[in-house]
């Protein structure tokens, strides 16, 4: 008798899962020990308030990120952990400056503009020209140079969530420039606006190509230009940007660890980005990442559980403008990845957490990559084993586990086979704020905090401690 492929990889997951299912019975005690503790605690929640009201933003190369990084070190010290110190990287520095664009015609009207991260200035003075407006990078490509060139293109593309419109902000300016143009806009790349743009990064991809400067605009008034442009208006705008760029300065990834007491050489890693842009006070993006992993690994110490292998919280730096904080730690730790049992990520604000995705080799990343038959087979056993922790985060609505994107962050790590663990924060109001000046600590609900630091320390403890490993 011949067996599918199939009906091999589930006869091959009968013993695993069998032997899975007793998991969460036996760290049931555990999970509730944590769960109550976070619960009653509002440490996590008052230092962030801290951070955010002290500190505030922290964008890479800033003396204030230098200021996060030292209150970083204390907090760890001062929360039980062991170990903590800083691991030093370069980072680039984008200084914004003034900035401001009005319409000339068909009236002056102003507008509210932000820079996008790593953008050139204009020229001394400014830039005016004619506007086209866009919906699409095929539209432009329409266009050509003979409808671009010499104009400052406007792309208003409505937000169809993030993955599938920050392309505009990355890489809009490069692609403008390729035809000509001589600055690129982009509709800000978020839900919601009132009247406040969103920033975010974006790429000169083709270093043959010119730099243009480029900055986002309010939804407000892109929709208002694209109402222009419909009735056959002429828009001309003045734009200018006095931003500059630094070369690359001293910075730091923050670590500290629960040791393991069996396997301290088997680690869990787990963080956020202490790094943030320079608007608005960094809370959802990404302080409260940074303080519900070291909420995480607080709790578990205050409830006296002791893992047996090591848990380690890393504060990463730069993951705004360049990831050097990710690709770093990758670099500076490659001899010990071996080791690293699971690599978790906090960093879609702080909405309740849904669940966790289970980044695997790749698999998460890109459900359509073309994964060799035995990497995919080792992906549904790690997902299978995900899958039967679920019980533990029922009491917090927080059992759904599926394949998908760990972290900007841990990406590098996972790329070294560190399987990745992705917290799903229901993110239905975290894109009205992501990247503008509303990024406030006004806007952490205290009760959702404490259930997404229970969460996180389930899962960090349980895979801490854990015979298997979702290797």
């Keep these: 008798m011949h067996l599918t492929a199939q009906a091999v990889l589930v006869a091959s997951l009968i013993p695993f899962t069998t032997n899975a299912q007793g998991l969460s019975e036996r760290y049931k005690p555990a999970a509730a020990r944590i769960i109550g503790t976070s619960l009653q605690s509002s440490r996590a929640f008052d230092q962030l308030g801290e951070l955010c009201d002290a500190v505030g933003n922290r964008i890479s190369g800033s003396e204030r990120l230098d200021q996060a ?35 000339i015609s068909p009236q002056r009207h102003e507008l509210s503009i932000l820079g996008l991260g790593m953008s050139v200035p204009t020229p001394k003075g400014g830039i005016t020209a004619d506007v086209v407006v866009v919906g699409s990078f095929e539209e432009m490509d329409h266009l050509g140079e003979a409808g671009v060139k010499g104009k400052i293109v406007l792309y208003d593309v409505p937000f169809a969530g993030y993955g599938a419109t920050v392309s505009y902000r990355v890489f809009g300016a490069s692609r403008a420039a390729k035809y000509g143009a001589v600055a690129a806009l982009v509709r800000s790349v978020g839900s ?35 109402r222009m442009a419909k009735r056959g208006e002429r828009i001309q705008l003045h734009l200018d940007m006095e931003n500059e760029l630094i070369p690359d300065l001293p910075s730091a990834n923050v670590v500290g660890e629960i040791v393991g007491t069996e396997k301290p050489n088997e680690v869990v890693l787990m963080g956020g980005h202490l790094d943030s842009w320079d608007v608005g006070q960094g809370a959802q993006d990404d302080g409260v990442g940074c303080m519900i992993t070291l ?44 080791n690293f049992v699971a690599a978790l990520e906090s ?7 849904k669940g966790f995705t289970l980044d695997f080799h790749g698999e998460g990343r890109n459900k359509t990559i073309t994964t060799p038959p035995g990497e995919k087979a080792k992906a549904e056993k790690s997902l299978a084993l995900l899958t039967t922790l679920a019980p533990l985060l029922e009491p917090l609505d927080a059992g759904k586990m599926e394949m998908g994107g760990g972290g900007t962050d841990i990406g590098p790590t996972v790329s070294e086979g560190v399987p990745g663990l992705g917290v799903s924060h229901d993110t239905t109001h975290y894109w009205e704020i992501h990247h503008t000046k509303a990024d406030t600590f006004d806007k952490i609900i205290k009760l959702d905090m404490q259930k997404n630091i229970a969460a996180v320390a389930v899962m960090a403890f349980v895979l801490a401690d854990m015979e298997g490993t979702l290797k």
């Design 192 to 226: 919601l606006s009132f009247d406040t743009p969103h920033t975010g990064t974006l790429v000169y991809d083709d270093e043959k190509l010119p730099k243009i400067p480029s900055a986002a605009v309010s939804i407000e008034n892109s929709t208002m230009m694209r």
């Design 295 to 338: 909420g995480a690994a607080h709790i578990i110490h205050q409830a006296g559980l002791k893992p047996k292998r090591t848990i380690r919280v890393v504060f990463f730096t730069n993951e705004e403008n360049g990831n050097h904080g990710g690709t770093g730690y990758r670099d500076a730790h490659k001899a010990e990845l071996g």
């Design 347 to 353: 960093d879609s604000g702080n909405g309740p957490v």
């Design 69 to 103: 990084i030292a209150w970083a070190v204390k907090a760890m010290k001062a929360d039980g952990l062991e170990n903590v110190h800083t691991e030093k990287i370069r980072v680039p520095y984008w200084k914004r400056g003034t900035e401001k664009a009005w319409t």
